[in-house]
T-cell receptor, first 111, second 114 residues
Framework: KQEVTQIPAALSVPEGENLVLNCSFT??????LQWFRQDPGKGLTSLLL?????REQTSGRLNASLDKSSGRSTLYIAASQPGDSATYLC??????????FGKGTRLSVIA | DGGITQSPKYLFRKEGQNVTLSCEQN?????MYWYRQDPGQGLRLIYY???????QKGDIAEGYSVSREKKESFPLTVTSAQKNPTAFYLC?????????????FGQGTRLTVV
């Protein structure tokens, strides 16, 4: 059964720092991996989707990489801002089964 | 404006009462999902549907029921058999297939037992 792990569970950084969030999964036979952002009391907002054939995707200050063979993905956030404070979740998709989620990393960016 | 709409945003249930959470999407997605989120436990799958008039149980289906009579709608009923229903409920949808299957979520419904 696929398991997704996100480490660390929480992270606090000063404004302006570049940071990396980690996601690992146990079964490398995935279709794609998706990164989400969740603000307190809100739904999930899709940030980036990486297909299994891709190595990375970029959107603004965000860059997500995928190493399918080792079962790892990273989300790189450049020049962090207080508005980036949120919980970040990764999820993997296999076949037509639903997404399997990690528990998330709660990020605090301190001004 | 394409997206997923969940209603209500807040819902209060009395002991022994059934309540229904609404989820509507206008993205023309075949697949729809219900997740439950509790503090420290991440998202857990309740039910999902890949096509109209068909649905499958997820990891925590006991005490819940769903229907999928229309492609756009996937309501979730929390029955009195669900002993601990207080949680944040999230609905999602996506295309089926191998590519372009990005999942989109609604804004959630917070259910509280009173």
């Amino acid at each position: 059964k696929q398991e997704v792990t996100q480490i660390p569970a929480a992270l606090s950084v000063p404004e302006g720092e570049n940071l990396v969030l980690n996601c690992s999964f146990t079964d490398s036979a995935i279709y794609n991996l998706q990164w989400f952002r969740q603000d307190p009391g809100k739904g999930l907002t899709s940030l980036l989707l990486i297909q299994s054939s891709q190595r990375e995707q970029t959107s603004g200050r965000l860059n997500a990489s995928l190493d399918k063979s080792s079962g790892r993905s990273t989300l790189y956030i450049a020049a962090s801002q207080p508005g980036d404070s949120a919980t970040y979740l990764c999820a993997v998709k296999q076949g037509n089964t639903p997404l399997v989620f990690g528990k998330g990393t709660r990020l605090s960016v301190i001004a | 404006d394409g997206g997923i709409t969940q209603s209500p945003k807040y819902l209060f249930r009395k002991e022994g009462q059934n309540v229904t959470l609404s989820c509507e999407q206008n993205l023309n997605h075949d697949a729809m999902y219900w997740y439950r989120q509790d503090p420290g436990q991440g998202l857990r799958l309740i039910y999902y549907s890949q096509i109209v008039n068909d649905f499958q149980k997820g990891d925590i289906a006991e005490g819940y029921s769903v229907s999928r009579e229309k492609k756009e709608s996937f309501p979730l009923t929390v029955t009195s058999a669900q002993k601990n229903p207080t949680a944040f409920y999230l609905c999602a949808s996506s295309r089926q297939g191998r590519t372009y299957t990005e999942a989109f979520f609604g804004q959630g419904t917070r259910l509280t037992v009173v």
